[in-house]
Structures are given as C-alpha cells and as structure tokens.
C-alpha cells in the first residue's frame, strides 16, 4: 500500500487548527497553574478603572480570537507576497514585544505579572515557529 503526501491544501487547516489549539491549551495550562499555586490574577488599571480578574474563559477567547487573527494575517500575507513566512515571523515578535506593554501598565502582584507573561511568550512559542514555517 502506498500512500501519497497530504496537500498543502489539506495540510494547512489543519495544521494552522492544531497551532491555534495548542496555543489556546497553553493558556488554560498556564492559567491552572496559577490557581494551583494561589496566584490570584487580578489586575488593577491605574487609570481609575475597576480591577479586572483574569478569568479562564477570558483568557481562552482572547487567545483564540488573537491566534485566529495570526493565522488569517498569514493567509493573507500567503496570497500577497513570497515572502509570508519572513514577514509574518517579524509582525509576530513585534506583537509578542508589545504585548508585554499592558503588564506595566497595571498594578499587579509579581506571581500574577510572571503567569500573565509567561502566557504571552507560550502563546508566542506555538504559534510563531508553525505559522513563520515556508508552509505553514
């Protein structure tokens, strides 16, 4: 029996699916360990906004709806130039870099800065390595 390599027209969904998953488990995960270790994720906006709690649901959606937005920016960038893996790598770790902006901008606890950090760079770790691939 013989089988044949996958398209990269069935490859890709199902990859850029499983990269959006992952990032979305990574999270989740991230988010249990805070609450095993009682890292209480509550943030405070000093510009006299009520403090907010990071909440699983929370932090699943926003994952999602952002890994979802990397994956249709490669896509478009797919169909606009040769170059989609170079210039989405670069777009992503410019968007991790900035996404560490609003951790300074809040008042925090230290544990609940480094577990919402660390979301960030594990969010970053799955996605930018399966998306930047030349056939992602």
């Keep these: 029996m013989t089988t044949t390599p996958a398209s ?3 490859t890709r ?27 209480d994720l509550r943030v405070d906006p000093r510009n006299g906004q009520p403090p907010g709690v990071i909440s699983l649901p929370f932090a699943a959606v926003l994952t999602l709806a952002l890994s979802l937005l990397g994956w249709g920016t490669r896509a478009l960038l797919d169909r606009l130039t040769r170059r989609a893996p170079v210039i989405w790598t670069v777009i992503a770790v410019l968007v991790l870099l900035v996404s560490f902006l609003p951790l300074f901008a809040v008042e925090a606890t230290g544990g609940t800065k480094a577990i919402l950090a660390l979301m960030h760079l594990a969010v970053g770790a799955v996605l930018i390595p399966v998306f930047g691939r030349r056939t992602a």
């Design 8 to 10: 990269p027209a069935t």
């Design 13 to 39: 969904p199902r990859t850029g699916a499983l990269a959006v998953g992952g990032a979305v488990l990574a999270t989740a995960l991230l988010w249990a360990v805070a609450q095993l270790l009682g890292v």
